[in-house]
């Protein structure tokens, strides 16, 4: 049905510009989303993996992402290897607000 995405984080609204906006400088497309009946926004890389992918092209991905975390963590954000980072697949659900700013080259 859906595709997998990485969870990059789950914070406040102000938390999750910030580090949209850290990601898209590092050219990863991510945003931030609100689910429904939810008070805190999920930040969401948005490459998306099959079932299939998540042992392979997702784990590379993943390992990737979590490169990021000790510069992210220098602009005052949580390290991503200490917060954990994880897969979750996208069935529809009901969206709130979204938070986006594409990668810059």
């Given at each position: ?6 969870v990059?984080a ?6 999750a ?5 850290f ?7 991510a ?22 992918e998540?042992?392979t092209k ?8 979590l ?24 069935q529809?659900e ?5 938070i986006?700013?594409?990668r810059?080259?």
């Amino acid at each position: 049905m859906g595709l997998n995405y990485i969870v990059m984080a789950n914070c406040s609204e102000e938390e999750a510009r910030r580090m949209v906006d850290f990601l898209a400088r590092q050219g990863v497309d991510a945003a931030g989303i609100k689910p429904h009946n939810s008070s805190l926004f999920q930040v969401v890389a948005l490459r998306g993996f099959t079932a299939d992918e998540l042992g392979t092209k997702a784990r590379v991905y993943r390992q990737q992402l979590l490169a990021l975390g000790p510069a992210w963590k220098r602009e005052g954000g949580v390290d991503f290897q200490k917060s954990g980072i994880y897969a979750a697949k996208y069935q529809g659900e009901k969206i709130n607000a979204v938070i986006y700013r594409g990668r810059q080259p």
